[in-house]
């Protein structure tokens, strides 16, 4: 045989095996893309015509006279490979314009889908035609038999797609990419005038059979360059994100240059026949690797040792922007920046962090997810979900994320102190801001209430007397009413301002029964007026709370209050306590219209109202009694049918015993 037989040979070889190469690293990686399916058929059309065309060129080495059947497969094989990559081509290109430029428009994308498949249909005739050529397959220029038509198309089509590869190199975002497409760029234009000119000048006039031989190796490398420079920009700066899929890759590499060198040794026995009997010259060549075992475990240990180093590089500097937002103190904002951060950075399908040390009853529930387990002081704090697109997790993104689950819990206390830190600020300056608003209420109350009281003395005498005319005692009737609420606004200032009440009776404990009681013998009166049902329901329990009863007495009587403001005539206000769990639960419910969804933030704000004529301390001042004894302030809203609202306030409870004992 000639050289450039051998040379055919091993280019047609590559040719398969390279598409074939890309086709195992896809369906491992398996990115649920568009653009990695097409690209997975451009492979498999290579495939078809590389392989068919190795098939036939074997056959014909190896048969005195190739036997029609394999011939008719092979010329198939190759027809159906050739007359499928012109519309892939276009395709991948297509698809891989949405992935750089999502916002492209849909007719835009269906333009260039039509551009591509309907020649295909159009020139169907024709590839029919050539399948069922039953003599002169031409293995070696297979399109001078699919017609002028089809080398148009293709030619055509090897322009377009190196236009959009000058396209793609301008929208690259950096050096790596631009070198790639502009090389992509020159090899798809050298190799459509390669093809121009070998069937439009040359081939006529190629009479040697080593001439043509040389042309088509010329081609087959052109046309398989594109795989090798796709091999090398995924290794260099992760080229479509495949790039922590380096363990599929290498597996895949050395499974094919296993295959190659079997291949060899095939090859080598043949030429060796002579002299050497074929089993002795496979087992030398078989056994021939042990010798290089030793360099290639040093080249293989020093490209381990990189690649690892590389990713804990990669982690640790992954951190970096972890550690800056565990700094602003907001736990809710580092947890999804954990998830989505790792998942950029990794490629990864999905990341979900769970924290409360759940862990341990945590499982993997489908292919491609693994959980890794958070560590903090020996215990379980949680767990990382990591789902890949591919079937596994290459070996460095387990080692990374194995390093940042060592790391995180540093970050996540980080934020924790930082938020609690925050949260005691934020409460000593609510709390100055407070203090300062009760002095200012103190002294306002204490300045207004005695000249009001004389006031008020001094118009129910002159109500009293005989001497007021009747024109003017509704006018004093009414000054009067006005009086009165400057007295209980005043009274709610003071209520405000001043702090915790302990004394009187058992220090610090109450009989949350006769408060509330008291608090409905008052109330009773004034709803009766506005036309509401105070319904009242009393636990049979003890209700001896943890609380004294001036507290309790304000934190109640401002939650009816509120409520009796909130319902209309004819409506209804449930006010009921009861013993839960040693928490004595009061509940006040009321059937009005609901807090309106603008206030919800700040109805417990002091001097927040809603009411033309409210002060906006009743709710505040609940809020303060209730963090003063220790209990817990939830509402509702709406409650049902899209009204209502139901304040809840727990106050600890007093065992019985305990309490007799300090008596």
């Known amino acids: 045989m000639s050289f450039w037989i051998y040379a055919r040979l091993v280019v047609l070889t590559a040719g398969t095996l390279l598409p074939f190469f890309w086709v195992v690293v896809i369906l491992g990686h398996r990115r649920q893309r568009n653009f990695e399916r097409i690209l997975f058929f451009l492979c498999l059309s290579l495939i078809f015509f590389f392989g068919a065309s190795l098939l036939a060129l074997n056959a014909q080495l190896y048969y005195a006279t190739i036997p029609a059947a394999l011939a008719s497969f092979a010329w198939t094989v190759v027809c159906l490979g050739l007359w499928l990559l012109p519309c892939l081509l276009l395709h991948v290109h297509a698809e891989y314009e949405g992935v750089k430029n999502p916002l492209r428009s849909r007719r835009s994308k269906r333009f260039w889908l039509a551009a591509a498949y309907l020649p295909a249909l159009a020139l169907l005739p024709h590839l029919y035609a050539a399948v069922r050529l039953r003599s002169g397959f031409d293995f070696v220029s297979p399109t001078n038999i699919l017609g002028v038509a089809f080398q148009a198309w293709l030619l055509l089509a090897l322009v377009v797609s190196a236009a959009w590869q000058g396209r793609f190199a301008r929208m690259a975002p950096d050096a790596e990419q631009k070198s790639f497409h502009r090389k992509l760029r020159l090899n798809l234009f050298l190799l459509a005038i390669f093809i121009f000119t070998f069937h439009n000048f040359f081939h006529a006039q190629l009479a040697s059979e080593n001439r043509v031989l040389t042309s088509s190796v010329i081609l087959t490398i052109l046309a398989v360059a594109p795989l090798l420079l796709l091999i090398h920009s995924v290794e260099k700066f992760n080229f479509l994100q495949i790039g922590r899929q380096r363990n599929l890759m290498l597996a895949v590499f050395v499974a094919f240059v296993a295959l190659l060198y079997l291949s060899l040794v095939r090859r080598a026995s043949s030429w060796l026949d002579p002299f050497l009997p074929p089993e002795a010259t496979s087992a030398i060549l078989l056994f021939l690797p042990v010798v290089f075992f030793e360099p290639l475990q040093k080249l293989v240990r020093q490209s381990l040792r990189r690649t690892a180093q590389t990713e804990m590089d990669h982690a640790h500097r992954m951190m970096g922007p972890i550690r800056d937002m565990a700094r602003l103190g907001d ?333």
């Open 331 to 663: 736990s809710q904002k580092l947890h999804a920046f954990v998830e989505k951060w790792i998942a950029e950075q990794l490629q990864l399908a999905a990341v979900a962090l769970t924290l409360n040390g759940k862990s341990e009853r945590a499982r993997a529930t489908r292919s491609g997810e693994e959980l890794f387990s958070i560590q903090q002081s020996g215990e379980s704090a949680g767990h990382l979900r990591v789902t890949a697109y591919g079937a596994m997790l290459s070996g460095e993104t387990v080692a990374a994320v194995e390093y940042l689950c060592e790391q995180l819990p540093g970050a996540l206390d980080l934020c924790r102190l930082i938020e609690e830190k925050l949260q005691l600020e934020r409460e000593l300056a609510e709390r100055e801001r407070l203090a300062v608003l009760g002095q200012m209420a103190a002294s306002i109350s204490h300045n207004l209430k005695n000249p009001l009281g004389s006031i008020k003395t001094i118009l129910q005498v002159q109500m009293e007397g005989d001497e007021l005319p009747e024109s003017l005692r509704g006018e004093t009737k009414m000054v009067l009413e006005e009086i009165g609420r400057l007295s209980a606004k005043l009274h709610q200032l003071l209520q405000f301002s001043r702090p915790a009440v302990r004394g009187g009776g058992l220090p610090g404990t109450s009989d949350a029964r006769a408060v509330i009681e008291e608090v409905a013998g008052v109330m009773r009166h004034e709803a009766e007026r506005k036309g509401i049902a105070l319904d009242v329901e009393i636990a049979a329990d003890p209700l001896r709370v943890a609380a004294h009863a001036e507290a309790v007495h304000d934190v109640i009587s401002n939650l009816v209050v509120n409520g009796l403001e909130a319902t209309g005539r004819g409506g209804q206000v449930r006010l009921a306590a009861s013993l839960v769990a040693g928490i004595c639960v009061v509940s006040v419910e009321d059937d009005g219209p609901g807090v309106p969804e603008s206030a919800r933030q700040k109805i417990l704000q002091p001097f927040f109202t809603t009411k033309s004529q409210g002060t906006g301390l009743g709710l505040a001042i609940v809020t303060r009694r209730v963090a003063e004894f220790g209990g817990k302030l939830g509402w509702v809203s709406p409650v049902k049918d899209g009204k209502g609202t139901r304040f809840e306030v727990e106050v600890p409870a007093v065992e019985l015993k305990s309490e007799a004992k300090r008596q």
